[in-house]
């Protein structure tokens, strides 16, 4: 038995997002079709301005509005503008944003070094943000790559392409999650913790 092409068309285009497999797609699928209609209304202008309404900073590379001129984050002339955050995705820029920690500027990457997939250096922002260490005065630079194994490599990278500049290069420091479990936590991650640790301060 099959179902209408609509309803499989949909069905398809769900299993293409990632963490969708087919049961959820048909699961999602048929709770639309028993939805009041505003809802599926909803959800198709909702993404059609997401691809209409919205671009990235040609500046950071981060989100924006389309329309303007840079990110609310470039434009915010109350962030540490000698330091900048050098992250994989516009979703990790969230991340950092949520902790409340950090109030220097941002790049985004957009991907990391992955020989394997064909990805190299001339498909990421890298020659941009070289040009932005020629034209903004940063005095440090915090790459901010994930744990990966891709992540690492193009850490490493960025370390040896920004000799020269005359800026600081640093690298988030790596250890236990708050609420982790040492049985849990892979050799990777022990070593990290390990070379990182810090001496306890006494009690008065």
Request: proline fraction near 5%.
């Amino acid at each position: 038995m099959s179902l209408p092409k609509p309803f499989q068309d949909v069905i398809n285009a769900f299993s293409r997002l990632p963490g969708i497999g087919p049961k959820t797609a048909s699961r999602l699928t048929f709770y639309l079709w028993r939805s009041p209609q505003e809802l599926s209304l909803e959800l198709a202008h909702a993404l059609l301005a997401l691809k209409t309404e919205t671009s990235v900073c040609p500046r950071c590379f981060f989100l924006m509005a389309s329309g303007q001129g840079v990110c609310e984050i470039c434009a915010d002339s109350e962030r540490q503008r000698d330091v900048l955050c050098v992250v994989e995705e516009a979703l990790d820029v969230i991340a950092l944003e949520r902790s409340g920690v950090y109030r220097g500027l941002y790049h985004v990457l957009q991907g990391v070094l992955s020989p394997i997939e064909g990805v190299g250096p001339q498909d990421l922002r890298i020659a941009e943000l070289l040009q932005r260490l020629e034209r903004e005065a940063f005095q440090e630079v915090i790459l901010a790559t994930n744990p990966s194994l891709e992540g690492e490599a193009t850490a490493m990278y960025l370390k040896q392409r920004l000799q020269g500049y005359g800026v600081k290069v640093t690298r988030l420091a790596r250890g236990l999650p708050v609420g982790g479990d040492l049985e849990y936590a892979d050799p990777n991650t022990l070593l990290r913790a390990l070379l990182g640790r810090q001496e306890m301060g006494g009690e008065g």
